[in-house]
């Protein structure tokens, strides 16, 4: 079992910066593949990056390649997502998750372990 809690969410304007952290617990956190997945109202989740056990291969959706990157520290059992030039449409509840896998995957469904999701607001 592995708790996740998230914490960095917030209101920025639009082309400023956050950096949202993930803590689990457990003792056996570099055997998980990580991801970052956000929801804004009326929308579907959708995957922003992933990244796996060891954080040599990550994944961004295209609407976030370049803007945001997603890092973990094995020793600190965290999974950390910094977002530059934040955009309106960045808007959305962030959720940090957790796979008992070692290699990433995209897809929402293949995730075992959930946080309780921090709000990412961007003003215009």
């Known amino acids: 079992q592995v708790q996740l809690v998230e914490s960095g969410g917030g209101l920025v304007q639009a082309g400023g910066s956050l950096r949202l952290s993930c803590a689990a617990s457990?003792?056996?956190?570099?055997?998980?593949?990580m991801g970052w997945f956000r929801q804004a109202p009326g929308k579907e989740r959708e995957s922003v990056a992933a990244i796996n056990w060891s954080g040599s291969n990550t994944y961004y959706a295209d609407s976030v390649k370049g803007r945001f990157t997603i890092s973990r520290d094995n020793a600190g059992n965290t999974v950390n997502l910094q977002m530059n030039s934040l955009k309106p449409e960045d808007t959305a509840v962030y959720y940090c998750?957790?796979?008992?896998?070692?290699?990433?995957?995209?897809?929402?469904?293949?995730?075992?372990?959930w946080g309780q999701g921090t709000q990412v607001t961007v003003s215009s």
């Open positions: 457990g003792r056996t956190f570099s055997s998980y593949a």
């Open positions: 998750a957790a796979r008992r896998k070692v290699t990433l995957d995209s897809r929402w469904a293949t995730y075992d372990y």
